[in-house]
């Protein structure tokens, strides 16, 4: 297994985590993921352990706290010491029908981390992060309590998750301001099938040195190897029943077209391929990897070890690039003659002529 720091702080983090979304089970889109009952999510999290993942990610809202009370159970059983493993969750979401058992208010969130606490038998929460954008609460009050939360002792690092780049921005500058605690992370959704993240919030970590936490790496399960052009609704796939994360799906096919006879030429899954791409990438801190069977985390896991080469990297991000967008071809227009060819973040663009 590999590391990297989280963000800009001197915490290791194994460069793939456990997402633990499929852990418990229950109803509305949860009855579609979640259904790892605490047997498998013993195995799921010894195999983890072992394979040298010391990340593991939950949230508040997974299974209405079944996913926080399994995990956390899950290191009692298997008597893992809490310095060993870094435990992120998170708060925002609906937890009760009262107007407000949702959001990212003080009183939200002070009565949602002793409850996150409580389900995960744990005294601290490493990596804390507000689910979703709160829209009534002003974000001032959002990072006090969070600052609060780390002076206490019950949180020691703050992300944000599904955030814009200007909210984000607009937050770092209120902490700076402040001097109160600063997100360290995002947690977001990218992959080979979906690259939107390169355009504003990619560039805007790497300038102020956030860690990425990536959900959702297969596209849903896109990448996963069992779907193609002629195979788009295999029998008992979870994505056939609950399509998302919002794809293309003609670039994801072409893609796929793509990646298989590089995961051929590697003797592995697409799967892989998918996730070492991913895995290449400097902004990208760790990779969330659910899964519901040992088989699917073992896969998982050997992406590790898979280096592609700079031709296969080549293919890979020429067929899965973004369609230019505003401002993006302006700054190539306006900037070539003063810095010549421009590399906008990822996407390389000629400069005019």
């Not at 801190?285 to 699917?296: C, D, E, F, I, P």
């Not at 990297?313 to 700054?331: I, K, T």
């Amino acid at each position: 297994m590999k590391y990297k720091t989280l963000g800009n702080t001197g915490l290791l983090v194994s460069q793939l985590c456990l997402g633990t979304m499929t852990f418990s089970g229950g109803s509305g889109v949860y009855r579609h993921i979640g259904s790892v009952d605490q047997a498998g999510a013993d195995e799921l999290v010894k195999a983890s352990i072992e394979a040298g993942i010391n990340f593991f990610d939950t949230a508040d809202v997974y299974s209405a706290g079944g996913s926080e009370r399994t995990l956390g159970q899950a290191f009692k059983n298997l008597g893992i010491a809490r310095k060993d493993y870094v435990l992120a969750t998170k708060v925002y979401s609906r937890m009760g029908q009262g107007r407000n058992d949702v959001g990212a208010s003080r009183g939200h969130i002070m009565d949602a981390v002793e409850a996150s606490l409580k389900r995960l038998q744990t005294d601290h929460i490493d990596l804390y992060q507000i689910h979703a954008t709160d829209t009534l609460t002003p974000g001032e009050e959002t990072l006090r309590v969070l600052d609060d939360l780390i002076r206490q002792g019950k949180v020691r690092y703050i992300g944000v998750s599904n955030w814009q780049a200007w909210r984000i921005a607009t937050a770092l500058g209120i902490s700076a301001r402040l001097n109160l605690a600063r997100f360290n992370t995002l947690q977001a959704y990218y992959s080979v099938a979906g690259r939107d993240l390169e355009r504003e919030l990619g560039p805007l970590l790497e300038a102020e040195k956030m860690g990425l936490l990536v959900w959702s790496p297969l596209a849903g399960g896109l990448l996963s190897g069992r779907f193609s052009r002629d195979n788009q609704s295999p029998e008992g796939s979870q994505r056939s029943e609950f399509d998302f994360p919002i794809v293309d799906k003609e670039r994801a096919w072409n893609v796929i077209d793509v990646m298989r006879p590089i995961a051929d030429a590697h003797g592995c899954s697409p799967a892989r391929i998918a996730l070492a791409w991913l895995l290449s990438k400097p902004v990208v801190t760790s990779v969330l990897v659910g899964a519901k069977r040992l088989n699917q985390l073992e896969d998982n896991i050997a992406a590790i070890d898979i280096t592609l080469s700079e031709e296969e990297m080549r293919q890979l991000d020429a067929v899965s690039e973004l369609p230019l967008e505003y401002p993006g071809w302006m700054l190539a227009t306006q900037g070539a003659d003063r810095m010549g060819p421009i590399d906008l973040w990822r996407d390389k663009v000629a400069p005019a002529s």
